[in-house]
């Protein structure tokens, strides 16, 4: 984008934390921007919860079967509008030539002198990231029937009767089903 474009009081920053032997996580410094804008939290009141599991309880022979599964590198599979990705333009000013060197479309602000890179994902580091994350998992789960309002584990309700236990955590979706001894 156009430097001119981006409030240089409202930048951000990365760091890099380890994450395993073959990748690191991107971690969004955006106390700037998070500092300007409303903190959501409609949808992470009902992130999943293990503790709301201590109020099942299994008849004698009743085994709990569990499937979990978890979107790797979630955060920057999401596609965020132009004004998300303007809200995450990076420090410093680059030259067009170092623009162009990191693969920046330089050829929409063609009067610009100067440029910031954006980041055009969701992120970490964004205080309305998770509630974004977990809207989205909780629409798409509940959308093609994994995840109803009769099994939905939520750290803000009671645990359901069962014999399904289905709740979303961010980008983790778990599903435990009471069987008995003959299943």
Known sequence: ????????????????????????RLILDARPPNACERAVSRWVRHLGSPSVLL???????????????DLRDMY????VSEDRARRNTFLPDLTSSEALT????????????????ALATQSMGDHNGVEFAQASHMAIAARCGALTD???????????RGPLYAGVV???FVCLERVSPAA
């Not at 984008?1 to 690191?24: G, N, P, Q, T």
């Not at 099942?56 to 979990?68: F, Q, S, T």
């Open 102 to 117: 990191l693969g920046l479309d330089t050829s929409k602000a063609p009067d610009a002198t100067s440029f910031v890179a």
């Open 150 to 160: 009769a099994d939905l584990l939520s750290i803000s309700a009671p645990a359901p």
């Open 170 to 172: 961010i980008d983790d």
């Open 1 to 24: 984008y156009d430097a001119r474009e981006s409030d240089l009081a409202r930048r951000v920053a990365i760091h890099v934390v380890y994450k395993d032997a073959k990748a690191d």
């Open 55 to 69: 109020d099942v309880y299994l008849m004698p022979g009743e085994a709990l079967r569990i499937h979990a599964s």
């Open 76 to 79: 920057h599979v999401f596609q």
